[in-house]
């Protein structure tokens, strides 16, 4: 049995798309028995995974290709477009694991690199890197672990530790370093973005974000930008689409309730908006299925 179908059984896998927490907590798995075409999602700040499979993100004119071969690295939370190439006979299997700015500031202590980094430096807040012999080992034995609840228990949180410790290591350690840091860019776009994400009904202003960030609405903007690929309303735009298109198919409510739950007053202004950003209306997205808003 290989490991998909073991996993499958164990963790309930169906066949189409979807995600499952594990048994650590900040961990789930991630699959697709079929290509997904091109579509916005919204990725949590973490590391993603792919065991088999392949997986594309598109974020403004950047291409990441993520793959058995490369991990994708996330300091922050951001909205781009992603596709999936899979099959029923060669299905994507992937991991996300959790990377909480608390725990991370712990864990840079620990490794004693918790020393100053550049206040003012931004780096785009994805990036693909090489998975490596020594973090290529750890991400199987977590594979493994997670086939028990008793492995996982016993075993995972050292080897979570061991894979963050080498994403650290690695080529984009310094953006996790930055965000880990309390007085810096990233940090402070960080802690807007959890803004954004908790308050993202309300009528959030610029001037409001720069202002609370300790900034200048210039130097906020140009530094949201390049830490996210965005401009702060483009992602307030994007938060609200996405957390409307959960509305509708997750739960069942109509456009109009979920234009209004997630800050639009104008239900056609909503309606024109949401098919700008997925490709299809309210209504047709409804009958194409309930696609993860969220990884």
């Known amino acids: 049995m290989d490991l998909f179908e073991e996993l499958k059984e164990r963790h309930g896998f169906e066949a189409g798309a979807g995600f499952v927490k594990t ?43 993520y793959n058995p071969d490369h991990y994708l690295v996330l300091s922050v939370p951001l909205p781009f477009d992603c596709e999936t190439h899979a099959t029923p006979d060669d299905p994507m299997l992937g991991l996300f694991v959790d990377i909480e700015r608390a725990d991370l500031i712990a864990f840079l202590k620990l490794m004693e690199l918790d020393g100053p980094v550049s206040r003012t430096a931004t780096s785009l807040g994805v990036a693909p890197a090489e998975l490596h012999g020594d973090m290529r080992d750890a991400v199987h034995r977590l594979m493994r672990a997670l086939c028990s609840d008793a492995a996982s228990q016993a075993l995972g949180a050292g080897i979570l530790r061991e894979i963050l410790f080498h994403a650290i290591e690695g080529p984009h350690g310094p953006s996790l370093r930055a965000l880990a840091q309390g007085d810096t860019h990233h ?17 959030l202003k610029v001037e409001v974000l720069a202002r609370d960030a300790g900034m200048s609405v210039p130097v906020f903007h140009r530094a949201f930008k390049a830490i996210t690929g965005t401009s702060p309303l483009q992602y307030l735009k994007a938060t609200r689409l996405g957390r409307a298109k959960g509305l509708i198919l997750a739960e069942g409510l109509p456009a109009n309730e979920a234009a209004r739950r997630v800050g639009y007053d104008n239900p056609s202004h909503f309606s024109r908006e949401f098919k700008k950003h997925f490709g299809v209306s309210p209504r047709d997205a409804r009958s194409a299925g309930y696609m993860p808003i969220d990884i």
Do not use: C, M
């Open 23 to 65: 048994a650590l907590s900040g961990v789930r798995f991630f699959w697709s028995t079929e290509t997904v075409a091109r579509a916005p999602l919204i990725y949590n700040a973490g590391l993603v995974l792919i065991l088999q499979g392949n997986k594309i993100g598109y974020l403004g004119d950047r291409v990441f290709h």
């Open 187 to 203: 940090s402070r776009v960080s802690q807007s973005i959890i803004t954004i994400r908790e308050n993202y009904a309300d009528p």
